[in-house]
């Protein structure tokens, strides 16, 4: 394996298995392996050369935020987690518990899935959601694995109210009723 420069090369496994696992790998760096067998008449010849690029799980994923809301929709945005573990973020996911408990509900995937350049949805919903209060998480994958924000966001489903109407009842010299 070289050291993630592409310059040295140093032995990490001997042994009869055809795999092993590399440890303490740093994130983000690129390393380079190659494969040699020797047997009792010497050294073999060298492999091809494959390079990866090691990384892990995203970490601080943070809980999409509200744009706006109405009776069906609710628009959130999201952004890239804090660290994306040394490999580029493959896809985003809106979680919701959909009004329970549970985190489970993948809302709208073929519209948010796979796009890791998306940042922002509007979110439709059934008008059986009209006043119920909605929570949301987010999920974020890299090529090592998924994952989801420890906060949440809880969201009203509804519109703002109307604008008040003022209506003047009576008006007398001393006061005036204003009712709305």
């Known amino acids: 394996m070289d050291d993630g420069r592409g310059v040295y090369f140093n032995k990490v496994f001997q042994g009869a298995c055809s795999q092993a696992i590399i ?4 994130p983000s760096i690129v390393y380079t392996f190659y494969v040699k067998g020797t047997n009792f008449n010497g050294e073999g010849i060298t492999s091809a050369k494959i390079s990866f690029r090691s ?3 995203p970490s601080g ?7 706006s809301t109405n009776e069906t929709k609710v628009k959130l945005r999201w952004s890239q987690p804090t660290n994306v573990g040394g490999c580029p973020i ?3 996911a809106i979680l919701s518990d959909l009004g329970g408990a ?3 509900s993948d809302l709208e995937a073929s519209a948010v899935a796979n796009k890791p350049y998306l940042f922002e949805h509007e979110f439709t919903f059934a008008s059986s959601y009209t006043g119920k209060t909605l929570g949301f998480v987010l999920r974020a994958t890299n090529i090592m694995g998924s994952t989801t924000s420890e906060n949440y966001l809880k969201v009203l489903v509804a519109a703002s ?3 008040p109407t003022l209506l003047i009842t009576s008006v007398s010299t001393n006061s005036t009723f204003i009712g709305i």
């Open 102 to 104: 549970v985190y489970s």
């Open 90 to 92: 493959t896809s985003f």
């Open 61 to 67: 994923v943070v809980a999409p935020y509200l744009v």
């Open 23 to 26: 440890q303490n790998l740093s």
């Open 55 to 57: 990384c892990v799980n």
């Open 161 to 163: 109210p109307p604008t």
